[in-house]
Structures are given as structure tokens and as C-alpha cells.
């Protein structure tokens, strides 16, 4: 079973519809979260971190649910230009350069 | 902004080369990390430092090698250079303890 397990889609949407994806992951020690987004052919980006209670940045939302070891990214509105690949990241502090674990994504593909 | 800047966006190589990437970052990060991504695979992680001239194994470390003689500047090094080393090639830096990591744009290695 791998570390970290998202859905890899793909998930086709129309403009302005929501649409979620769940990450979940293995080790309870486990101590940050993040959710990257990475477009065809570039480096994958930081689009937000996920903290305990849960946040939200514009038309993003992300949640942790600890108890039982998933994270959660909502997108409302979708744009044409959200299409991407969505990665999850966990993170865990095994030494001092802590040990991240990607997911292998979840793609979007948002259509007009 | 964080800044991680790779050498080369693509190389080509033939096998049994040894090869340098370099990556250097501007934001004084202690973190510095080696990862290749491969469809199918996801992110894997090669090697990381925590510190200069320190260095640590990843999940994938053979066949590479790590130089980290200046803060600001992580070396990954292909030994002999196989053709199962094509792969896109991603450095990152972070701040200690679980900050996200910054993800330079890349090297795509063809080793023909």
C-alpha cells in the first residue's frame, strides 16, 4: 500500500462546477500537509498547506482530518484554468530536513 | 519569492557520462532536495541535505551521488549514466522543520 493514495482521475468538469479531491495517508506520525498543483510538463507549485482547522484561500478550501488520515482539496467555480494535476504532500519529521511523500495526483480537467 | 534555480531545463547524455545538475537556491534555505519524476511513479526522492556538506539517502538513491559544499548550491551527480535514469530531474529547498518545499523548474534527462 503506498504511503500517500489519491484518486488519479481523471475528473472532466464543467466551468463553475465544484469538485473535490481526497488524499489519504498511512503514517500517523505524520506532521504537515500541503496541496501542489503541477501543470503539463512544469514543476509542481505550492497552492496552499492544510492546516488542523482547516483553510480556505479564494475559491480554495482544504481540510485534515486527522482521526482518520485524509486531507481534502474543494475547488468552487472551477475555471478553465484550474486544469492540472493536483498533488497531495505529507509531510514527516523524521530528521531535520523532515521527509515529504507525494501522491502521484489527481488530474482536473475543466471544460467550457 | 523563493528562487530555485536549475542549470539546465534539458540534457542530453549518452550512457556511461557522468553528469552534473546543479541547482542553487536564493532564499537561504537549510533543506535542499534531489527528486525524479516519471510517469506512473510520481515524485521520488533521491537524495537531501539538511546542512552544507551534509547529505542523506532518499528512497532511490543508487546510481546518484550528492555534493552540498555551499548552502545555497545542492549537486546531484550521475556516476555512469543509464538509460534508466531519463527522467525529469527536480530540485527543491525548504526552511527547517515542515515548511513546504520550492521546486526549481526542472531538468528533463534523455540518456541515450
Known amino acids: 500500500r503506498k504511503e500517500v493514495e489519491q484518486d488519479p482521475g481523471p475528473f472532466n468538469v464543467p466551468e463553475g462546477a465544484t469538485v473535490a479531491f481526497n488524499c489519504t495517508y498511512s503514517n500517523s506520525a505524520s506532521q504537515s500537509f500541503f496541496w501542489y498543483r503541477q501543470d503539463c510538463r512544469k514543476e509542481p507549485k505550492l497552492l496552499m498547506s492544510v492546516y488542523s482547522s482547516g483553510n480556505e484561500d479564494g475559491r480554495f478550501t482544504a481540510q485534515l482530518n486527522r482521526a482518520s488520515q485524509y486531507i481534502s482539496l474543494l475547488i468552487r467555480d472551477s475555471k478553465l484554468s484550474d486544469s492540472a494535476t493536483y498533488l497531495c504532500?505529507?509531510?514527516?519529521?523524521?530528521?531535520?530536513?523532515?521527509?515529504?511523500?507525494f501522491g502521484d495526483g489527481t488530474t482536473l480537467t475543466v471544460k467550457p | 519569492d523563493v528562487k530555485v534555480t536549475q542549470s539546465s531545463r534539458y540534457l542530453v547524455k549518452r550512457t556511461g557520462e557522468k553528469v552534473f545538475l546543479e541547482c542553487v537556491q536564493d532564499m537561504d534555505h537549510e533543506n535542499m532536495f534531489w527528486y525524479r519524476q516519471d510517469p506512473g511513479l510520481g515524485l521520488r526522492l533521491i537524495y537531501f541535505s539538511y546542512d552544507v556538506k551534509m547529505k542523506e539517502k532518499g528512497d532511490i538513491p543508487e546510481g546518484y551521488s550528492v555534493s552540498r559544499e555551499k548552502k545555497e548550491r545542492f549537486s546531484l551527480i550521475l556516476e555512469s549514466a543509464s538509460t534508466n535514469q531519463t527522467s525529469m530531474y527536480l530540485c527543491a529547498s525548504s526552511l527547517p522543520g515542515n515548511s513546504p518545499l520550492h521546486f526549481g523548474n526542472g531538468t528533463r534527462l534523455t540518456v541515450t
Open positions: 504532500v505529507v509531510r514527516v519529521r523524521a530528521t531535520n530536513a523532515g521527509k515529504s511523500t
